[in-house]
């Protein structure tokens, strides 16, 4: 578990465009790593170590444990990150990064595809594990390359870092979306029964519920220690582990009946549901990550195969448990369609509404180091932590106000993966690769790459225009 936590950490300053190493204050044989985040000093001191983000500020360890530091500076001032995880380490890291959300719907995009899709689940598993490799194979290329925005430099320039940039925030943006949807959406079923009513709100029970929950999770965004960010997303990748473990003791002891009937493929809603599907394998932005701190990286595509073939496996066979329990009736959130007086559904309600609410500090950390770098450097820590809250507040309170607006799960989801996902997992990897190794790439290699980014470019497209036009025509019949 320890290396979920030191994981996590790492997570917090893997957006950042450019790493830059202020080593002056600093011993010239061990030091601490002093991070430069766009000019944001971020010293991460591991084991003993407090953590801060802060200008200027050393932080101290105590006890000066330098055997604890995770990562070191050279006499050279080259910075090397103490590479410690294991290869049953990195495999956990990856399945824990790539169980979330997605899990939720693969029930409903089995049940609305035909169980012929599955054959589609299983091809983007195997596509975006391939596509996992072709990162590792781009990081072995140049070890400068620190992140998933510097492949995109390494491959197209300054113009590819700001595209993949550019597509990250999307993603972080959409997602949050889908999961203050799903909070509300399970919020709703926690609390059936339950009426409040605001003479001067003219809101549903449902929307003051999802205001309340939001309004609990917003100080979490005023946290400068990253350490607890880290525990808060662990918290959020053991709720969604607790999730599909409860649909599984469901199908086992729910006394559900497992024997609905499952259409053999739907053709006309394929691009919608494969948009879903790539969603549940989304993650490559954090795999740079999870490349450097492997002891050894050369193993990396067997962590990604192993780590993709587990997930397969248990998408593919929650979506069949989940089909076959419910069939036509299941809801594009597999926990609303469990029994409600089971207490298993009680703990996947409850775990669903948690994980939201530990996601939204990670995910805007990034956001708030890039506003850190834009405010004066004399400024007080105690403004800039002001600062960055008030507007990581006002960017969240948008996003409860767009997902209490659009209330349409599967629609958002879908676009999401669509729009975002299906290039970040598919169509970005391949082009980097393909742009990055070109002059040394095999004629049926390049073939490959090219088929991949076209089988993307189509999935993506036809995928994005369906759930478009899905969302609008639902918003519209509702209104």
């Excluded at 330098?66 to 990562?71: C, G, I, L, P, T």
């Excluded at 997930?311 to 369609?337: C, D, E, H, R, W």
Aim: proline share 4%; aromatic share 10%; hydrophobic share 45%.
């Amino acid at each position: 578990m320890s290396s979920v936590f030191k994981w996590m950490n790492s997570l917090i300053w893997k957006f950042s465009p450019c790493v830059e190493l202020d080593t002056s204050a600093l011993p010239t044989r061990k030091k601490v790593l002093t991070e430069s985040v766009n000019g944001v000093s971020l010293r991460t001191k591991w084991g003993s170590c407090d953590v801060c983000v802060e200008e200027n500020k050393v932080c101290k360890c105590d006890q000066g444990k330098d055997d604890e530091v995770m990562a070191i500076i050279n006499e050279n001032g080259e910075k090397h990150i103490k590479a410690d995880s294991s290869f049953t380490h990195s495999v956990i890291n990856m399945v824990g990064m790539l169980i979330g959300l997605g899990q939720l719907s693969t029930p409903y995009a089995l049940q609305n595809g035909g169980w012929a899709s599955v054959f589609l689940l299983i091809g983007l598993g195997i596509a975006c594990a391939y596509t996992s490799h072709l990162l590792g194979k781009c990081l072995e290329k140049n070890a400068k390359s620190r992140n998933y925005s510097d492949i995109g430099q390494q491959a197209f320039g300054m113009k590819g870092r700001v595209i993949a940039t550019t597509f990250i925030y999307m993603e972080i943006f959409m997602a949050l979306v889908s999961y203050t949807i799903s909070l509300s959406d399970n919020l709703t079923t926690v609390f059936a029964g339950t009426n409040i009513h605001m003479t001067w709100l003219h809101l549903s029970t449902s929307q003051i519920l999802t205001m309340i929950a939001v309004i609990v999770a917003l100080p979490s965004l005023w946290l400068r220690d990253l350490s607890s960010i880290s525990f808060l997303s662990t918290g959020g990748i053991l709720m969604s582990f607790l999730i599909f473990i409860t649909v599984l003791g469901t199908a086992a002891v729910g006394g559900v009946k497992v024997n609905q009937p499952i259409p053999i493929l739907q053709l006309h809603n394929i691009p919608v549901i494969s948009g879903l599907y790539i969603f549940s394998f989304a993650g490559h932005i954090v795999y740079p990550d999870l490349y450097k701190s492997m002891k050894d990286p050369s193993k990396f595509t067997k962590v990604s195969v192993v780590s993709f073939s587990i997930v397969t496996i248990l998408y593919t066979s929650l979506a069949f448990m989940g089909a076959k329990m419910f069939g036509p009736g299941v809801n594009s959130q597999i926990t609303l369609s469990m029994p409600k007086h089971l207490i298993l559904t009680k703990i996947a309600l409850w775990a669903t509404v948690l994980t939201p609410m530990t996601k939204y500090a990670l995910e805007f950390a990034p956001i708030a180091m890039q506003l850190d770098h834009k405010l004066p450097s004399s400024m007080s820590s105690q403004m800039r932590m002001f600062i960055r809250g008030s507007l990581g507040s006002i960017m969240l309170i948008g996003i409860l106000g767009l997902a209490l607006s659009i209330p349409y799960f599967q629609y958002v989801l879908g676009l999401t993966g669509s729009l975002v996902s299906t290039s970040i997992c598919i169509i970005f990897p391949g082009a980097f690769y393909t742009k990055i190794f070109w002059s040394q790439l095999s004629k049926p290699l390049l073939v490959l790459n090219f088929v991949l980014i076209g089988f993307g470019s189509i999935c993506g497209l036809f995928g994005t225009i369906t759930s478009f036009n899905s969302l609008i025509n639902t918003i519209q019949n509702t209104h």
